[in-house]
């Protein structure tokens, strides 16, 4: 075994890896979690003690 194997081993598991998440990205049952997180920054919050960022003094 030389350098040329474990260059080519480390190459398909890359790969292999990279199929993977686009699997899991791209799946029937991840949907429901990606929709939920893309509507974050439009959720209402009931937190009113909250201070804006914009009026904290520097």
Same mark, same amino acid.
């Given at each position: 075994?030389?350098i040329?194997?474990l260059?080519?081993? $480390?190459?398909v598991?890359?790969?292999?890896?990279?199929?993977?998440? $686009?699997?899991?990205?791209y799946?029937?049952g991840s949907?429901?979690?990606? @929709? @939920?997180?893309a509507?974050?920054?439009?959720? @209402?919050h009931?937190? @009113?003690? $909250?201070v804006p960022s914009a009026?904290?003094p520097?």
């Amino acid at each position: 075994m030389d350098i040329n194997d474990l260059r080519s081993i $480390v190459t398909v598991g890359g790969l292999l890896c990279f199929l993977a998440i $686009v699997g899991w990205a791209y799946g029937k049952g991840s949907k429901k979690g990606f @929709e @939920e997180a893309a509507n974050l920054p439009f959720a @209402e919050h009931d937190d @009113e003690d $909250v201070v804006p960022s914009a009026s904290h003094p520097r």
